[in-house]
């Protein structure tokens, strides 16, 4: 009798799932509350997989041995319950990717930021290294569907707290933890220790042949990680100390020490610039050393890396202003690594959904840098009060091109327009890739 697997959510990674499950033998049904994308549906109907739309028919939802659970559908949601209160086992799409992956390691990176920069410039370093790897996961490709459609010997994912949250066995060869600051707390009943409890379940089932990286500058970090039974090799990242294992700044130098070797490099060499991205690299170079990359290999390509989209992507000067687009910046923490890089006056692009947010963290740097700030969202009074006696200037934008050209009108030559919201994007758009096209479409207009 075959095992009956139910799909809740039919975007990337609930196709992803449904395919791989299919070829593993699952009986599969995909069920999505809303309408399902073109591509998404056909791919569903090239691999002949039964599903519905625009609703969730609870006897054909509630008859499965085991459910994948999409991450944006959280805990409270009605169906959720009343799966929970059946007993049926809920995972999420890692774990039955994990299941399925065979011999293959797994680089596995999570955090509140730096994590889509650190995932993608590891796996810069590995693939510049010879490794045959992927990168999968909250990057944007389905983990699941790599492993079932085109296997590699290493996996280098991307992972979120919603993802962490229904893993059972999942375990990473090489586990990394950016940072933990307040986010998404919305989803954890607004009880940060929730939300680093999640975070700290990628080291949950990791051996003593494993290895967990961690910023060992990150306070929360420190402040807990002597609550879990870890049972890793430690390889902590650092800006402040000296260290006998793992990654250190000293002296304007990079130094990796792993294993009795030491490697140092210039920070001056590397291409990503800012202290965050210094984090980003120290920890991205940890994780390729722990999976046998050569030291010259990972100087070679921490000097060839090239930005993400949408994360302090330079999109332009005009007339001596300069256009930045940090759409990513979804959280109050990635704005402030934003400001702090910055050496020139600022008029700010804030605002979208705000997910229980605390604008006093950037208050000292906003107060330093910023001569004007445009809210680009709904709900701004938030905004106004937090910033209205730091800030001479604050006015609303609806959209990315009012956002734009009213950002352009109080900027000066040697100054820099810069969206980074701090705050998701559903309000006035489909998500944050969304919003950075829209202003960098804005910006090319003025």
């Excluded at 799409?93 to 920069?117: D, F, M, P």
């Excluded at 420190?222 to 260290?243: D, K, V, W």
Aim: aromatic share 8%; hydrophobic share 40%.
């Amino acid at each position: 009798m075959k095992k009956r697997m139910v799909i809740l959510g039919a975007g990337e990674s609930g196709v992803g799932a449904a395919i791989l499950a299919q070829q593993q033998g699952y009986e599969v049904f995909v069920s999505d509350g809303a309408a399902i994308k073109e591509v998404y549906k056909n791919e569903l109907l090239a691999h002949d997989i039964d599903f519905e739309e625009s609703q969730h028919t609870s006897e054909l939802v509630l008859s499965a041995d085991e459910i994948m659970k999409s991450p944006g559908i959280p805990e409270k949601n009605e169906l959720v319950k009343k799966i929970r209160e059946k007993g049926i086992s809920i995972i999420s799409e890692v774990e039955l990717a994990y299941r399925y992956k065979g011999n293959s390691k797994i680089i596995a990176i999570t955090g509140s930021n730096g994590k889509t920069t650190t995932t993608a410039l590891t796996y810069h370093i590995c693939k510049h290294g010879g490794a045959d790897c992927a990168m999968v996961g909250n990057i944007g490709y389905s983990f699941a569907k790599q492993v079932a459609l085109d296997p590699k010997p290493l996996y280098i994912a991307e992972i979120s707290s919603f993802q962490l949250d229904d893993i059972k066995t999942f375990k990473p060869d090489v586990a990394v933890l950016t940072n933990i600051t307040e986010d998404h707390l919305d989803r954890y009943d607004y009880k940060m220790q929730l939300y680093i409890n999640s975070k700290f379940s990628i080291t949950k089932n990791q051996t003593a042949q494993d290895v967990f990286i961690y910023n060992m500058d990150d306070l929360v970090t420190r402040e807990n990680i002597n609550q879990y039974f870890i049972q890793s090799t430690l390889a902590p990242f650092t800006m402040s100390n000296q260290l006998p294992t793992g990654a250190f700044l000293a002296n304007a130098k990079m130094h990796l020490k792993w294993k009795n070797e030491e490697m140092k490099m210039s920070i001056e060499d590397f291409a990503l610039k800012g202290k965050h991205n210094q984090y980003n690299s120290m920890a991205a170079s940890l994780a390729s050393t722990a999976v046998d990359i050569k030291k010259e290999k990972i100087r070679e390509a921490l000097q060839t890396f090239e930005s993400l989209e949408h994360r302090m992507e330079s999109v332009m000067s005009i007339k001596g202003v300069e256009f930045i687009n940090d759409s990513k910046a979804t959280n109050v923490n990635s704005t402030w690594f934003a400001l702090e890089s910055m050496n020139k006056p600022i008029v700010l692009i804030l605002g979208g959904v705000d997910k229980g947010n605390d604008y006093g963290l950037l208050k000292e740097l906003v107060k330093e840098k910023v001569k004007a700030i445009v809210c680009l969202g709904i709900e701004n009074q938030k905004i106004h009060e937090a910033f209205a006696d730091l800030v001479p200037t604050i006015v609303d934008a609806n959209s990315a091109t009012e956002a734009a050209q009213s950002a352009f009108h109080f900027a000066e030559k040697g100054d820099v327009v810069l969206l980074s919201p701090a705050c998701a994007s559903f309000d006035l758009f489909k998500n944050y890739e969304d919003r950075g096209k829209q202003f960098k479409q804005a910006v090319k207009s003025l």
